[in-house]
Nanobody, 120 residues
Framework: QVQLVESGGGLVQPGGSLRLSCAAS????????MGWYRQAPGLKRDFVAI???????EYAEAAKGRFTISRDNAKNLIYLQMNSLKYEDTAVYFC??????????????WGQGTQVTVSS
């Protein structure tokens, strides 16, 4: 079992910055990637960013140039640094982790989410 806990959400003005954190615990052997998704009210959960075990990163088009995903392997943490925030970034942000072991299908775990509200 894997547990993910997000933190760092809150209210921020347009153009401001916020850093989200995700703490992972439990059976973490076999982590293939960790990432961030977000979901605005009434909409589906969308991909934001991912970081793989080799350090490679991918970003959604809306996040490129403004958001940065990073990790602290020693502390089992990932971060999402969000700069130049816009109204449309308002959403619940979810952390996820993909566990991929050679002897079983991949398994994905999700946190409960943290609210980010961009408002003037």
């Amino acid at each position: 079992q894997v547990q993910l806990v997000e933190s760092g959400g809150g209210l921020v003005q347009p153009g401001g910055s916020l850093r989200l954190s995700c703490a992972a615990s439990g059976s973490l052997f076999g982590i293939a990637a960790m990432g961030w998704y977000r979901q605005a009210p009434g909409l589906k959960r969308d991909f934001v960013a991912i970081i793989r075990t080799d350090g490679t990163k991918e970003y959604a088009e809306a996040a490129k140039g403004r958001f940065t995903i990073s990790r602290d392997n020693a502390k089992n943490l990932i971060y999402l640094q969000m700069n130049s925030l816009k109204y449309e970034d308002t959403a619940v942000y979810f952390c996820n982790v993909e566990i991929d072991r050679s002897d079983r299908p991949p398994t994905v775990y999700w946190g409960q989410g943290t609210q980010v509200t961009v408002s003037s």
